[in-house]
Nanobody, 122 residues
Framework: QVQLVESGGGLVQAGGSLRLSCAAS????????MGWFRQAPGKEREFVST????????YYADSVKGRFTISRDNAKNTAYLQLNSLKPEDTAVYYC???????????????WGQGTQVTVSS
């Protein structure tokens, strides 16, 4: 069992930056892939990025590639998502999730945080 808590969301102007954190409980954090997803009002939850257990492999949605960076610190049981060059269309609730494999599919992640709101003003 893994419990996840996101933080770091907020209101930022277009072009600005935020760093989201996902703190995990439990001693098995390093065995999980960590994913970030987001959901805007009226839209389905969409994949943003994922990282494998040791940080050796990362994947990004095309819409965020080159602007967002995923990372993890297994010693701190924490995953991060650095958001740069933010756009109004990045506005959403951002969720972190833990699963056995670093995939783009939400159903591959059995553990989810409660989400953190990111709002980008134009």
């Amino acid at each position: 069992q893994v419990q996840l808590v996101e933080s770091g969301g907020g209101l930022v102007q277009a072009g600005g930056s935020l760093r989201l954190s996902c703190a995990a409980s439990g001693r098995t954090f390093s065995s999980y892939a960590m994913g970030w997803f987001r959901q805007a009002p009226g839209k389905e939850r969409e994949f943003v990025s994922t990282i494998n257990w040791n940080g050796g492999r990362t994947y990004y949605a095309d819409s965020v590639k080159g602007r967002f960076t995923i990372s993890r610190d297994n010693a701190k049981n924490t995953a991060y998502l650095q958001l740069n060059s933010l756009k109004p269309e990045d506005t959403a609730v951002y969720y972190c999730a833990a699963g056995r494999v670093a995939t783009r599919a939400p159903y591959d992640y059995p553990y989810w945080g409660q989400g953190t709101q990111v709002t980008v003003s134009s």
